[in-house]
């Protein structure tokens, strides 16, 4: 359980962090989502005790980081993709780790067993590709057995084989009942692993729900929808309280129903439908829409609004 | 998953110290640059002799020789290179980010440097000892025959080659707190190299009686005199100074470790 209270985080005029609360639930994957200087990596280093909260507080099973008794055996993490020296071997950058907290040193082989890094131990970790170098942070994040994971980034930079190895690795982790926290600007990435999703933009919470409902409502934002009887069905729909845009091809973008509310108003009228979707491309749409206004950076030109 | 042995597992400093003493033996640097040290050191320090071995058969020494700060010239320059290695005991975790790992691992900063300095000043230590008495042997071998040479035996030799040897690891243990101070490895090789070497020229170019005054509080003044058998007119006596730079250490070591707890990492 991580409990995250009125945190906030000033550097100079600039409120990186700004008054966030929210609770990371034991036994599944919470997502942490929000465009690139959101203030998700600051968040999460004032949870690992690493930045000092300008106020508020994070803690860990009540406690903060800086007094668990064993640091490495409550919470693993992965913070950087390089967070060891270029000239230390894997193996010894994680024996220096495990002697720390007085964790068998059998743990380091069966970490680096998991993470496929066994072949390659001996080896200067200056001499490994980003991926492996992603999976040595990995190996590092569990070398205690640890019932938190925070992972900040992890697939950034990694190709198709090692973001798929990412996503199993995680779903097997809190399969075995474990605490995940990941954070990621990709809202398709997070749809894929997360069961539960905390939005921040501009260091201030957005959203904290459910990531089925997040799905379904923001799919709710845009369903398409195809009728030859557009002129019965589009005044149901806006007497229903939807928004419906007409597009170019002859569908309708439907906004504020859900998608089976649709189905029956159509039903009730009488109106065929040809056409009736939630569209996943939507849901990426929603989080842009969802964070433009606090993303910090970002390009002037919108993306163009996709049809399919 | 954890079945919390707490006592068995707490991060203590001598798991902390264990854990450096393995961090700085398995990174090739350390020991590269330990060499390196004793080399220059030791070559230096015979280069020197060998130049008196030639001046005395050429009839071109007219001033009298003491053998003993004589062969320890080399260590002058082994200290600069103690000085860089013990920055770069801290600069080097924060440039490679291995500092998040660390302080992931021990939450307590303050246990973390003081892990870092035993284990450095322990490790300099063994190095210095090493050098000097190698400085000094090699030195005396090189000169026996020419000029009248010291022995270990001899009144105040003994103090002043195990003390250069005790010296140089405080000098490095005051680099490693420059490191922490400045963080960035360039800064502080920069501030430790104008602390110990530019600092007394420009207190050279003081006034008369502030100049001498001054100067003989400076690092470099007090290494003068651990290398001299014989009083240094002007200066602190050996272990007076000796004492004065280990509190110079202190002070920023405390000073280190304040800021290292106030930062962000």
């Known amino acids: 359980m991580i409990t995250v209270h009125n945190l906030t985080k000033v550097y100079g005029e600039t409120r990186a962090v700004d008054n966030l609360s929210f609770e990371i639930a034991p036994g599944r994957i919470t997502g942490f989502l929000g465009p690139n200087g959101a203030g998700k990596s600051t968040t999460m280093r004032m949870i690992m005790g690493l930045d000092h909260p300008t106020s508020g507080a994070a803690l860990i099973k009540g406690v903060h980081y800086h007094d668990l008794p064993a640091p490495l055996r409550t919470v693993g993490a992965l913070l950087e993709a390089k967070s060891f020296h270029p000239g230390r071997s894997a193996r010894n950058h994680l024996i220096s780790l495990a002697v720390t907290n007085g964790l068998p040193l059998e743990r380091v082989d069966v970490v680096l067993e998991e993470t496929g890094l066994t072949s390659v131990a001996n080896r200067r970790a200056g001499s490994f590709s980003l991926g492996m170098g992603q999976r040595l942070g990995i190996a590092g994040a569990l070398l205690g057995d640890p019932e938190i994971l925070l992972l900040d980034e992890p697939v950034n930079g990694l190709d198709p084989e090692g973001i798929l190895w990412i996503r199993n690795l995680l779903k097997g982790l809190a399969a075995q009942g474990r605490t995940i926290f990941v954070s990621s600007h990709l809202m398709s990435e997070m749809a894929l692993t997360a069961d539960h999703v905390v939005v921040i933009g501009r260091g201030r919470l957005i959203a904290d729900t459910e990531m089925r409902d997040f799905i379904e409502s923001s799919s709710g934002v845009s369903i398409r929808v195809r009728t030859p009887h557009s002129d019965i069905l589009y005044p149901a729909l806006r007497s229903a309280g939807g928004t419906v845009v007409e597009n170019e091809d002859g569908t309708a973008s439907v906004a504020g129903l859900p998608i089976a509310k649709i189905g029956d108003i159509a039903l009730e009228s009488r109106a065929a439908l040809h056409e009736l979707s939630s569209q996943s491309a939507s849901l990426e749409e929603a989080f842009m829409t969802m964070t433009n206004d606090s993303a910090t950076f970002h390009s002037h030109s919108t993306p163009a609004k996709q049809g399919v | ?265």
Request: charged fraction near 10%; glycine fraction near 8%.
């Open chain 2, 1 to 265: 998953m954890t079945t919390a042995t707490a006592t068995r597992s707490e991060a203590t400093f001598w798991r902390t110290v264990h854990a450096e003493w393995i961090k700085i033996r398995s990174v090739r640097s350390t020991m590269f640059t330990l060499l390196f040290m004793a080399i220059l050191g030791v070559g230096i320090s015979s280069l020197g002799a060998l130049a008196v071995r030639a001046a005395t058969n050429s009839g071109h020494l007219h001033h009298a020789i003491n053998p003993v700060t004589h062969s320890l010239g080399g260590t002058l320059i082994a200290q600069i290179a103690i000085g860089v290695l013990g920055v770069l005991v801290f600069t080097g975790e924060i440039s490679s980010g291995t500092l998040q790992s660390t302080f992931a691992a021990v939450p307590q900063r303050w246990k973390v440097l003081l892990a870092k300095v035993l284990v450095y000043f322990i490790i300099a230590l063994i190095a210095s000892e090493i050098v000097a008495f190698a400085c000094f042997f090699a030195g005396q071998a090189i000169m026996s025959g020419v000029v009248t040479t010291a022995n270990l035996s001899d009144p105040g030799v003994l103090r002043v080659v195990a003390g250069t040897g005790l010296y140089l690891p405080v000098i490095g243990v005051l680099a490693l707190a420059i490191g922490v101070m400045i963080r960035r490895t360039a800064g502080a090789i920069t501030a430790f190299v104008g602390i110990y070497l530019v600092l007394p020229l420009l207190v050279s170019a003081l006034p008369s009686p502030y100049s001498t005054d001054i100067d003989k509080f400076l690092p470099f003044q007090v290494s003068q005199t651990m290398l001299s058998n014989v009083p240094v007119p002007g200066s602190l006596s050996p272990w007076t100074g000796f004492f004065v730079v280990v509190a110079y250490t202190v002070i920023l070591i405390i000073i280190a470790g304040s800021l290292l707890k106030a930062r962000d990492a």
